[in-house]
């Protein structure tokens, strides 16, 4: 699905992605974790087209094979979630309207968007799907940070996407609104989707994703099963103090 070939990045003149080599398989549920700045998120922009790294020689990027996708006909193919997305959507907009507008690759929705009765009712499903059929008349701005979250995921989700992209979704939520999006993101990935998640939380992994990619200065320095990763031997490496880890019917806590 993703193929990716030395990208680097640099940002204020510091090299905050480097000559990363990565392919992800269609199907494949992968999280990524790794201590602040490690360049998750921007690698994240990378495999989405927000952000073009170096232009070098020896860098190339596809899709499915397709070596120059345009950025719309990618983003068609990919739901996102990210702090930013959330942020933007944070407006008078109603709950229904932020995920009618995926359907649109807009934020909401304007005078020119004429939405039809299909795409209302795709909306509306995809709303009951994961249990907030009860927030389509609210605005967004009135909504909890966990309502939010859901909101923006029902949204990536309306236009079935091959492959969900998902930023810190759980970044701000007490654990049993993590623990209800944990179980959505399973679902998804349940459903046959491609998971891609970037995260500081362990208990946000969902038991779906098995490989696990941490990262660490910019670099990829561990690429692998998750049960070979998710110790404490290798966790202490990585943050550079005593890291303890327990896991429980496949789902994994860390705390120093």
């Known amino acids: ?37 490690a360049g998750k998120s921007t690698l994240l922009k990378i495999l989405t087209k927000e952000i ?41 907009y109603s709950a229904l309207e932020v995920v009618i507008s995926g359907l649109f690759s807009s934020y909401g929705l304007d005078f020119h968007h004429i939405v039809t009765e299909e795409q209302k009712n795709r909306a509306l499903h995809e709303m009951e799907k994961i249990g907030i059929l009860y927030l389509k008349d609210k605005y967004m701005n009135s909504l909890s940070s966990g309502e939010a979250e859901k909101v923006i995921l029902a949204r990536a989700a309306v236009h079935d996407p091959e492959a969900l992209i998902l930023d ?28 891609i998640l970037v995260t500081h939380e362990l208990s946000e992994i969902p038991p779906e994703c098995n490989r696990v990619i941490i990262m660490k200065k910019g670099e990829i320095i561990h690429d692998g099963n998750k049960k ?29």
């Open 1 to 37: 699905m993703f193929d990716l070939k030395h990208a680097s990045v640099r940002r204020n003149g510091n090299l905050i992605v480097n000559d990363i080599t990565l392919s992800i398989q269609k199907g494949e549920h992968v999280a990524i974790i790794g201590p602040n700045g």
């Open 52 to 92: 073009h790294p170096l232009a070098l020689d020896e860098f190339s990027y596809s899709y499915c094979g397709d070596k120059k996708i345009p950025l719309l006909a990618l983003r068609a193919k990919l739901g996102i979630v990210s702090p930013s997305l959330l942020d933007a959507c944070n407006t008078t």
């Open 168 to 195: 810190e979704v759980s970044n701000t939520l007490d654990f049993p609104t993590r623990s209800s999006l944990r179980k959505l993101i399973s679902q998804y990935a349940q459903e046959g989707k491609t998971i």
């Open 228 to 256: 070979d990763l998710l110790c404490e031997a290798v966790l202490s490496q990585v943050y550079e103090q005593q890291v303890f880890v327990k896991e429980i019917k496949n789902i994994f806590t860390a705390w120093c």
